[in-house]
């Protein structure tokens, strides 16, 4: 049965129709997504909240392109994704989605800015130009005194906000991250997700998350439940907290 509750698509960044995903157990067959149908709009940000098994990791990684559906249609930024082969996704990968990831995945001996700069390298970008971008968003996300520092010299909230300024990297249209603050005390993880509201207002990012209080920061909330999208909120958001900037504690 179809669980779709889809937005109007004529300007969506992001359209998925009747989208599942099968498993098999053995005899078992296991619904990760089940019937999906949505549309996300260009620039805002959207979280993805529901219990453990929800579907919340399998509905970012077929956005993503990282894995494709079983069934139904998924089209980002105007482009299908389901035809396309594995090259393909590759460089959509790469041109359109940003990713962050809960274990901040940095390469260990490479520095803050070699980090951020690696996906540029990937993307054919010139030495120079990569230099001077990945400066620009380091210094944009509090860490312009870090460009040097390898991961282990960072702490947890300052390697998430590398990880973000990677993400930025090749400026494509979509952010998509995945528990970015499972790994961050209560106060750091508000800090990002202040980031990643910030960077909201001139791109799309969807943030899958088990932090309700959190996710009342985004402008919309896609609540799944075994597979299916139950409900689609809008929100109010948080009343402004005083928070310190990135940058402004070792801490963070």
């Known amino acids: 049965m179809s669980s779709q509750i889809v937005t109007d698509a004529r300007s969506a960044l992001i359209e998925l129709r009747d989208v599942a995903k099968i498993y098999?157990?053995?005899?078992?067959?296991?619904?990760?997504?089940?019937?999906?149908g949505l549309a996300v709009a260009e620039k805002g940000m959207v979280a993805i909240v529901g219990p453990s098994g929800s579907g919340k990791s399998s509905l970012l990684h077929i956005i993503g392109a990282?894995?494709?559906p079983t069934r139904g249609e998924v089209i980002v930024a105007g482009e299908p994704l389901n035809a396309r082969p594995e090259a393909g996704l590759t460089s959509?990968?790469?041109k359109t989605v940003g990713f962050v990831f809960q274990s901040f995945?940095?390469?260990p001996n490479l520095s803050a800015l070699e980090n951020v700069m690696l996906p540029m390298e990937f993307d054919g970008v010139a030495g120079d130009e990569r230099r001077r971008r990945a400066n620009r968003l380091l210094d944009r996300v509090g860490l312009a005194a870090r460009l040097g520092h390898r991961p282990r010299e960072l702490s947890g909230g300052e390697q998430q906000r590398v990880a973000i300024a990677r993400a930025l990297a090749n400026n494509p249209p979509l952010i998509l991250a995945d528990e970015p603050t499972?790994?961050?005390?209560s106060r750091t993880g508000q800090m990002i997700y202040e980031l990643l509201k910030e960077i909201a207002g001139e791109r799309t990012v969807l943030v899958v998350t088990h932090a309700e209080g959190l996710a009342q920061m985004a402008d919309r909330i896609l609540h799944l439940k075994d597979g299916k999208l139950v409900a689609d909120d809008p929100s109010q958001g948080l009343k402004k907290q005083p928070v310190d900037r990135p940058g402004t504690?070792?801490?963070a």
């Open 249 to 251: 504690t070792g801490s």
């Open 182 to 185: 499972g790994n961050l005390d």
């Open 24 to 36: 098999r157990k053995g005899r078992e067959e296991v619904r990760a997504l089940d019937g999906i």
């Open 105 to 107: 995945n940095l390469i």
């Open 66 to 68: 990282m894995d494709r």
């Open 92 to 94: 959509f990968r790469r």
